[in-house]
């Protein structure tokens, strides 16, 4: 029996790792499944608005978080959310445009809520 390693492939993977450039000249980047949205609740508790955040140069961006506690920190551990299918997303930019997504950035303190 032999612990002989077997030589690598010849030529490289079909699927470009993570952080690879592509032919495109974008960088490869894995998002997750679902995403949190911070969001407003309506008087009965049912979805009313998916939050956005104006930038300084005027554009609108939707704010994503890849787990609950990220959430927390960058939005208020009192902040509504909700979770959605990040395949999704353009179902939301088709009600509410949105230029950029942003994923686990911290809101702007005035829109945070705390229980604290």
């Excluded at 009313?48 to 787990?67: C, F, K, N, P, T």
């Excluded at 927390?72 to 939301?92: K, M, N, Q, S, Y």
Aim: net charge negative.
């Amino acid at each position: 029996m032999t612990d002989d390693v077997p030589p690598a492939p010849d030529r490289p993977s079909p699927t470009p790792a993570v952080g690879d450039t592509l032919p495109d000249g974008s960088v490869r980047v894995v998002s997750p499944p679902v995403v949190y949205l911070p969001c407003r609740l309506d008087a009965d508790g049912a979805l009313s608005e998916i939050m956005m955040v104006r930038l300084d140069d005027g554009r609108a961006a939707l704010m994503a978080y890849s787990a609950l506690d990220r959430l927390g920190r960058a939005c208020g551990d009192a902040h509504p959310w909700v979770l959605w299918e990040t395949e999704r997303l353009d179902e939301i930019k088709d009600l509410k445009h949105f230029d950029a997504a942003y994923l686990d950035v911290a809101l702007p303190r005035a829109m945070r809520l705390s229980t604290s």
